[in-house]
RNA sequence: GGAGAAAUGGCAGAGCGGUUGAAUGCGGCAGUCUUGAAAACUGUUUUAGUGAAAGCUAACGGGGGUUCGAAUCCCUCUUUCUCCGCCA
């Protein structure tokens, strides 16, 4: 949620950045403020009113006090009047306060100056292209006719015991994932991160708190007896840990790693470009998350940009990575970069990472802080990426690397394999 | 799951219906002293909203209630601790 600071004090800035979306939001901001103003009113009123109480109460307190209850009497008729109209004030006041803050929560964040204006997936810009093209046999397999071949992932059997988009992984397909884990949470280890192993189901708050709530409800697997969420990403968990928290500033930048199962319902989404592993309702990925101060936010996603190309260039896979146009970005975000894989058989490419600065977006709803030099509570800058998530890099690792007589594993991952092909 | 106890400022810990935003101690910050430091002493030290400011308002785990007035009484939820049961 954008801060009402940033709203009411940048309000043209704010209009102009939200319109790379490619909507205009001019009216939902005036009508934020509008509503901003009346509700501040209301609250001087029930201010003054409460004021008035407080003094009564007092009063009140002194005369039984000195033995007055005559007098005392008298002022607590007035009292009690007072009292229906602040319940009336409080009723009005918290009325404006809901539809300010409802409205605040559907107004997306305002890209950073990088974002081009754009309306969708073609606008993006590519901003760095690694690989070669892989060299493969007559007729490459798609990943989920090798998986059938190889015995490395029983979608048949997921659908048996589960339901469709929850594959089993057997035999090497298991310890290729189990690999693919530990290589990508090492990798962070040794880029600073310190690993955390978080809850994979939270609670509303944790929802609202990175935004999957209220809008995105349905997106999530909700357990409705105990009100918990199946997390959709490690981000959720992990970046609600610093919910109402206040930091000090020699604490940031704060680096994260987990490695988590992702749950998405991901409805709407059926047909042809879902088959195999490239979109699944529960998948395993490592997230990194950094919480900085504002003013190294930048530095340090681009520091996270190269933290994940590193990883791709260890696989071996050809990828690129575009810099998202506004109306292809995420709610939430101010920037995004995509990180794509190139896959072999099926001619495309597969979203592999998505790396964000949330700017001051999820610390003004998380209401996380630090302490600046001017000792002023101020807002974190949030970031967080994929490093990576594992089922389409399976699928391009499997697709790319085949041969008519196995599929060769890059050499990264041969320690944590305990074997090169399959 | 059953029975009981508890939740107060950065921490510890008072308060249990009326100037208590909250005693006291520790910690933090500033100063005095000192060549410097420690000790000692003095002062200061929550956050948010609103306002030009003075000020005003709100917050003692969350929510609701009683009352002219609640940290203090009642209800409810959450969490923690102790005992019992169950269990990877």
Known sequence: ????????????????????????????VLEILSTDEQKRSKQTELEQALAKSNVLAKEIGELFKSGEAEKANLLKNESLALKENIKSLELEQLDLEQLLTAKLYELPNTPSTKVKLGYGADDNETVYEWGNDPILPANPLPHWELTDKYKLVDFELGNKITGAGFPVYTGKGARLQRALINFFLDEALAAGYYEIQPPILVNEASGIGTGQLPDKEGQMYHSTIDNLYCIPTAEVPITNMYRDVLLKENELPIKNVGYTPCFRREAGSYGAHVRGLNRLHQFDKVEIVQIARPDQS???????????????????????????????????????????????????????????????????????????????????HTLNGSALALPRIVASLLENNQTEDGINLPECLHPYLGFQKI
């Open 1 to 28: 949620m954008l801060t009402l600071n940033a709203i009411r004090t940048q309000t043209d800035e704010v209009i102009e950045r939200l319109s790379l979306r490619g909507k205009d939001r001019k009216n939902d």
């Open 298 to 380: 930048y530095e340090i996603l681009e520091e996270m940009v190269e933290h994940v190309k590193g990883l791709l260039t260890k696989l071996g896979l050809k990828f690129r990575i575009l810099r998202l146009c506004g109306g292809d970005m995420g709610f939430a975000s101010a920037l995004t970069y995509d990180f794509e894989a190139w896959s072999g058989a099926q001619q495309k490419w597969l979203e592999v990472s998505s790396t964000s600065n949330f700017e001051t977006f999820q610390a003004n709803r998380l209401k996380c802080r630090f302490k600046n030099k001017e000792g002023k509570n101020e807002l974190v």
